[in-house]
């Protein structure tokens, strides 16, 4: 069964700069992609940045030049640089991977969220 770790949120003034991280772990086959979305209060959930076995890179247009994301070296750590932060980035954020498990059936796994927050 794959887990994944949050860490990194808080509360933040605007303009400021937040680190996410996302830890992979249990058995699988492969990782195909790694993300983070976020949810907003009354707002539907949205992709943020994503990035794929090839290490290509995919953002939202509200965060682009903003925010930066990362893998670790060993491919089981997913990062979310986020600078000049504004209030409108406020919101639960969500790590997520799409992979194969040993049995190579498809998961599609979520992290508990964290919370940023920018105010001040």
């Known amino acids: 069964q794959v887990q994944l770790a949050e860490s990194g949120g808080g509360l933040v003034q605007p303009g400021g700069s937040l680190r996410l991280s996302c830890t992979v772990s249990?058995?699988?086959?492969?990782?195909?992609?790694m993300g983070w979305y976020r949810q907003a209060p009354g707002k539907e959930r949205e992709m943020v940045a994503r990035?794929?076995?090839?290490?290509?890179?995919e953002y939202a247009d509200s965060v682009k030049g903003r925010f930066t994301i990362s893998r670790g070296d060993t491919k089981m750590t997913v990062y979310l640089q986020m600078n000049s932060l504004k209030p409108e980035d406020t919101a639960v954020y969500y790590c997520?991977?799409?992979?194969?498990?040993?049995?190579?059936?498809?998961?599609?796994?979520w992290g508990q969220g964290t919370q940023v927050t920018v105010s001040g």
């Open positions: 249990g058995s699988m086959f492969s990782i195909n992609a």
């Open positions: 990035i794929i076995t090839s290490g290509s890179t």
């Open positions: 997520n991977v799409v992979g194969y498990s040993m049995n190579f059936r498809s998961f599609d796994s």
